[in-house]
T-cell receptor
Framework: GIQVEQSPPDLILQEGANSTLRCNFS?????LQWFHQNPWGQLINLFY???GTKQNGRLSATTVATERYSLLYISSSQTTDSGVYFC????????????????FGAGTQVVVTP | NAGVTQTPKFRVLKTGQSMTLLCAQD?????MYWYRQDPGMGLRLIHY???????AKGEVPDGYNVSRLKKQNFLLGLESAAPSQTSVYFC??????????????FGPGTRLTVL
């Protein structure tokens, strides 16, 4: 099945700093989601981004499916950005096999300090 | 809209006991999923359903059973709990839109401890 690798595994930021999180995947994909898991364990949808670039406030994401990576940008980080960021892609490009399933990366743990 | 809800939020079981986790969604989604998340790891798919009355195995199905008798509900059962099933369980749902798969939406999770 597809392999999903996220980097860096850990990131410590001072409030106000910018950062880039990366998600590499081993095969072509037709779907990709970014999630934020807050310190209380809740999974929050950030982006559904199979390709192209999207922005939502201080966060933006870019997926280049042909080169098998996606980037999540956090600008002017705040303490509320702390948590784990996951990317997830279908386990197979075969639409008759995927059934909307997602294969998760191990995540990037982000700590934003005041 | 409540979105995806899960019951219970927390549970402690003794080895060998059984229990059922309930997931409900009010978004009329076709697809539903059960994942588990172990410390320091991403989510892994246990079972999923592509419609009422259908279920299928995911990546880590052993020790679990599921049922989807109603479109809005997806139940996860543990027949004989083991300490290795201590985890946080997440339910998710997704609409079906043509041949492109839309995004998944997650419930708040159930923290299960098996002693």
């Amino acid at each position: 099945g597809i392999q999903v690798e996220q980097s860096p595994p850990d990131l410590i930021l001072q409030e106000g700093a910018n950062s880039t999180l990366r998600c590499n995947f081993s095969d072509s994909v037709n779907n990709l989601q970014w999630f934020h898991q807050n310190p209380w364990g809740q999974l929050i949808n950030l982006f559904y981004i199979p390709s192209g670039t999207k922005q939502n406030g201080r966060l933006s994401a870019t997926t280049v499916a042909t080169e098998r990576y996606s980037l999540l940008y956090i600008s002017s980080s705040q303490t509320t950005d702390s948590g784990v960021y996951f990317c997830a892609v279908p386990p197979s490009l075969d639409l008759t096999d995927s059934w909307g399933k997602l294969q998760f990366g191990a995540g990037t743990q982000v700590v934003v300090t005041p | 809209n409540a979105g995806v809800t899960q019951t219970p939020k927390f549970r402690v079981l003794k080895t060998g006991q059984s229990m059922t986790l309930l997931c409900a969604q009010d978004m009329n989604h076709e697809y539903m999923y059960w994942y588990r998340q172990d410390p320091g790891m991403g989510l892994r798919l246990i079972h999923y359903s592509v419609g009422e009355g259908t279920t299928a195995k995911g990546e880590v199905p052993d020790g679990y059973n599921v049922s989807r008798l109603k479109k809005q509900n997806f139940l996860l059962g543990l027949e004989s709990a083991a300490p290795s099933q201590t985890s946080v369980y997440f339910c998710a749902s997704s609409p079906y839109v043509g041949v492109r798969y839309n995004e998944q939406f997650f419930g708040p999770g159930t923290r299960l401890t098996v002693l």
